[in-house]
């Protein structure tokens, strides 16, 4: 339920309502909007009586929120979240641009590919350095090295960084060193580490599971939320179906409706929805047009030697041509 504060309602009434809330031993959670101020009651395991705040002085409704995500939904906040993390902005009205390596290999590598896609247009570095590969021959990841390397990248670039967290093992240290956190597709459900990114004052990326309906994913940023981080960016990364002509297929229809859903902001990976080269730009170009509020793509300075993901990562030259083309396309679309 939303208890809807009336625009001349005083912070003695809202605290009143807070506390009447508490008394009844649900948890309330006051979300101030732009004209009033709306309170979340959570936790109400059974039906909550209506009448008993409606009643209370300063309120003017009490509607009830219909979907299983709350926090997350526009019921509760119709304004959307806009992130924000050292100059870079994402959310409603930006088009933010993240690009990196799929894994970080050395600095030298990581200096290369962020010099060259920032100078194209990218506002965040991303590059792993704890690796989920699906086998353990597989290369793993730098660890803290490669922490300590996207340091570097950002000290001299000034671009923030975006990595993985793999493991609740390994939370504290990424924490330590990320300017966002990133939660993959295989860790969408891992509820434990959600909830520990939940009480991180990092922003955090959270990836759709690759077998993640709409309302699961949503549950999933729930959990973040529910922890007390309101800092979450939707990442659409592609679902598994039968097709063989690409690595997963690209679910743009979830980023329109997730854009209505929820307010918090989306972007799109084409990178590994497509896992080929080719189609990471038309793909892009295809995101920009649905609404998304940025991406997130490899981008390899020698993909052919990539210890990870060099079938899917462009060449600088070709996140060049990506950025030009989806600027002309945000700007057509301006709402
Ligand atoms: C990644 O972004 O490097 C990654 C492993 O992505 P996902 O979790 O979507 O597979
Ligand atoms: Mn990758």
Not at 37 to 66: H, W
Not at 258 to 269: N, T
Not at 300 to 306: D, L, V
Request: glycine fraction near 8%.
């Amino acid at each position: 339920m939303l208890v809807v504060m009336s625009k001349q309602a005083t912070s003695e009434q809202i605290d009143a309502v807070v506390a009447a809330i508490e008394a009844k031993d649900y948890t309330a959670r006051p979300i101030p909007g732009g004209e009033r101020m709306a309170i979340g009651i959570l936790q109400n395991k059974g039906a909550v009586e209506t009448s008993y705040f409606l009643e209370l002085p300063g309120v003017r409704d009490v509607i009830p929120v219909t979907r299983p995500y709350k926090l997350v939904g526009r019921e509760f906040q119709p304004n959307s979240t806009i992130v924000q993390v050292g100059d870079a902005v994402i959310g409603d009205g930006h088009l933010t641009l993240i690009a990196g390596p799929c894994a970080v290999e050395s600095e030298a590598q990581c200096l290369n590919i962020a010099r060259k896609v920032k100078q194209a247009g990218a506002h965040l570095f991303r590059g792993g350095a704890f690796k989920p590969r699906t086998s353990p021959y597989s290369f793993q990841g730098l660890g803290e090295e490669g922490l300590k390397i996207l340091a570097r990248v950002r000290e001299e670039t000034g671009l923030p960084v975006v990595t993985e967290a793999l493991d609740h093992e390994v939370f504290d240290l990424v924490e330590k060193y990320a300017d966002v956190i990133q939660i993959g597709a295989r860790n969408m459900q891992n509820y434990s580490l959600l909830r520990r990114a939940g009480r991180s004052h990092k922003p955090v990326l959270l990836k759709r599971g690759m077998s993640a309906t709409i309302e699961e994913w949503l549950m999933a940023a729930e959990y973040i939320l529910e922890a007390g981080n309101t800092q979450v960016i939707l990442c659409e990364r592609g679902v598994r179906t039968f097709a063989h002509h690409s690595r997963n297929t690209l679910d743009l229809s979830a980023v329109s409706v997730v854009l209505k859903e929820s307010h918090l902001p989306v972007i799109v990976d084409p990178s590994h929805a497509a896992g080929r080269r080719d189609q990471v730009i038309p793909l892009s170009r295809a995101a920009v047009s649905v609404g998304a509020h940025g991406l997130m793509v490899e981008v390899h300075h020698a993909p052919e030697e990539a210890l990870s993901d060099g079938a899917q990562s462009l060449y600088p030259e070709q996140f060049e041509v990506l950025c030009g083309q989806i600027n002309a396309i945000s700007q057509v679309f301006q709402p």
